[in-house]
């Protein structure tokens, strides 16, 4: 019904920056939440960033001042700026689309930073 495609990741060296793009489908986006996630290998996944309908965002600690989430409504589509990537930022990143009733889930990009 929903489904949501993440694109953007790759390998990056650490400093680096990328840019993650996650496209919805349906006609629900303009009034959900969204919001990304990521799981590193061994790790439970914890969540990175949200964004609401309104535009109010927030941050992990442990990406504050590195990343900028960001929403086009426009284009059905959530944005995550990371900057400054260091190797504790490998993972798989997932976007979540949130409504009243469910959550769905992309499938993730792979996003790995090594020299």
């Known amino acids: 019904q929903v489904q949501l495609v993440e694109s953007g990741g790759g390998l990056v060296q650490p400093g680096g920056s990328l840019r993650l793009s996650c496209t919805a489908s349906?006609?629900?986006?303009?009034?959900?939440?969204m919001g990304w996630y990521r799981q590193a290998p061994g790790k439970q996944r914890e969540w990175v960033a949200g964004?609401?309908?309104?535009?109010?965002?927030d941050y992990a600690n442990s990406v504050k001042g590195r990343f900028t989430i960001s929403r086009d409504n426009g284009k059905n589509t959530v944005y995550l700026q990371m900057n400054s990537l260091n190797a504790d930022d490998t993972a798989v990143y997932y976007c979540?689309?949130?409504?009243?009733?469910?959550?769905?889930w992309g499938q993730g990009t792979q996003v790995t930073v090594s020299s």
């Open positions: 979540k689309l949130s409504t009243v009733t469910r959550n769905y």
């Open positions: 349906g006609s629900i986006f303009s009034t959900a939440g």
């Open positions: 964004i609401a309908r309104l535009g109010t965002v």
